[in-house]
């Protein structure tokens, strides 16, 4: 079974810039996460869907991040503009329906400059 | 916010040793997990525990959960050079809820 899949793995970008993160979750996960995680610390959940529908973006700094899971199944991270303090590993995860356990994919690091 | 807190924050050992890793939690929880996280790469899910649950094991894993003192333990035995990762417990409050993580134990295991 595949695991979840992330692109790109690292992204080097200015500030002011935007960037986009791509999340493939494993086949059949009908919920998907979103986290960010900053250097030495946990991650920090942003968004959670279930299927298509955003049912938890209390976390989302609204003003400049957007996300969106299309036919409930991959999903896209965007920020628009990127501040330096957004450079973190962005981490998406997906769980099957019933079931508990996060599966995570291996996160794209993201450098502000 | 960050919910649970691990401690220690670090924690080096030499191989064949156990490893006994704290968590702290601060609101009413419905189940507690315990994740693996090697250098640069995602987490690794290790063991579930639930709210009415009190040790569970797994290979050589051991994890309690103490709901009254609002902590759990994580327990690797026998250590060995492979387990050293950073490790995050996270609290799950309700059943629809995400996870809060920690800020995890760095686990070193010297050869």
């Known amino acids: 079974e595949a695991g979840v899949v992330q692109s790109p793995r690292y992204k080097i970008i200015e500030k002011k810039q935007p960037v986009a993160f791509w999340c493939n979750p494993i086949s059949g996960h009908n919920t998907l996460y979103w986290y960010r995680q900053n250097l030495g610390q946990g991650p920090e959940l942003l968004i959670r869907?279930?299927?298509?529908?955003?049912?938890?973006d209390s976390q989302l700094p609204k003003d400049r991040f957007s996300a969106e899971r299309l036919k409930g199944v991959d999903s896209t991270l965007k920020i628009q503009p990127a501040e330096l303090g957004d450079s973190a590993v962005y981490l998406c995860?997906?769980?099957?329906?019933?079931?508990?356990?996060?599966?995570f994919g291996p996160g794209t690091r993201l450098l502000v400059l | 916010s960050q919910q649970g807190e691990e401690d220690p924050q670090a924690l080096s050992i030499q191989e064949g040793e156990n490893a006994t890793m704290n968590c702290s939690y601060k609101?009413?929880?419905?189940?507690l997990q315990w994740y693996r996280q090697n250098s640069g790469r995602g987490l690794v899910h290790l063991i579930l525990i639930r709210s009415n649950e009190r040790e569970k094991h797994s290979g050589r894993l051991r994890v309690t959960l103490d709901t009254s003192k609002k902590s759990s333990s994580l327990l690797i035995t026998a250590s060995r050079a492979a387990d050293t990762a950073s490790y995050f417990c996270?609290?799950?409050?309700?059943?629809?809820?995400?996870?809060?993580f920690g800020k995890g134990t760095h686990l070193i295991i010297q050869p």
């Open positions: 869907y279930e299927n298509e529908e955003a049912v938890d």
């Open positions: 996270a609290t799950k409050a309700g059943g629809a809820d995400g996870l809060t």
């Open positions: 609101t009413s929880i419905n189940n």
């Open positions: 995860a997906s769980v099957p329906r019933y079931q508990e356990t996060q599966y």
